[in-house]
């Protein structure tokens, strides 16, 4: 049966150059067009998983602001449930300054405004009733995502974590996790270990099983995801596309992993899934505007 998804998270607007090469300090060069777009992990991670035809419902805080009202009419429009979307009275909503170069690589400074202003008053015991699985990255209060963990686990609530962006965090984020979903320097600061080969991938994820975590996906960029869990444990590869612009990749992977696995699906299943849906993502630009729907990946073919 299809289960409700929570996020909790953060919304932004996203101001955007595609550059040639990142300008090294106190250098000026000249890029691309500029591209305004919806974006903030959370609010990403909701319009994939959305847009995949997951029940969602999604938590955050923006300004009050063209910014903030430009952003909750384009969740309304994806059939995201905004009732517990909050607006600051004092802060700007979360605006996020970022490169693209070539290769599709980004930079990205964040200006997280109102973002850091959602704290556990503004939400609700309500936000959470009939949700089966939740979702959390780092771009709102720790404590607000701590404090939800918690939540979670008094209610059986099936809590993900995709720690991003990296942060040293207490055995008390991690103690209830269903599932924890760093990528590869987020792994690092966390665990102290290299993600240098798959020995040092197993070593990250003991780190995090003895922390309490039960299941973990390190995700892999191009190269894919290495996964840990009960009933499978290895590489996951990622389909070979030509990457224009890897904005928001991290975030579209969580949001189809959560689609897949409310629907029942097995963490391996939901892998290759949230793979293949992230893949297409790099091959355009932005970040929400970038996470496809299901007859994209339906009609998906990578390259060979
Ligand atoms: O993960 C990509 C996102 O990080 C961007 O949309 C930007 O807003 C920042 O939150």
Redesign the pocket.
Known sequence: MKQKVLIIG?S???MVVKTELFPKPGETVLGGTFLM?????G??QAVAAARLGADVRFVAKTGNDIFGKQAREGFAKEGIDIRFVSESPDLAS???L?TVNAQGQ?E?V?ASGANMDLHPADIPDEAFKQAGLALFQL?IPAQTVQWALAKCARQQVRAILNP??AMRLGPEFLRDLYLITPNETETELMTGIAVVSEEALQKAAQYFFAQGVQNVIVTLGSKGIYLASENFTGIIPAPVVEAVDS?????VFNGALLKALADGETLERASHFACRAAAISVTRMG??SSAPYQHELDSFQEHA
Do not use: F, H, L, R
């Open positions: 953060s932004n607007t996203d777009n919806p974006g903030g992990k609010a990403n979360g605006v996020a970022i980004n990205i964040v771009e991003a962006p904005t928001a990749a991290g975030d970040a929400q």
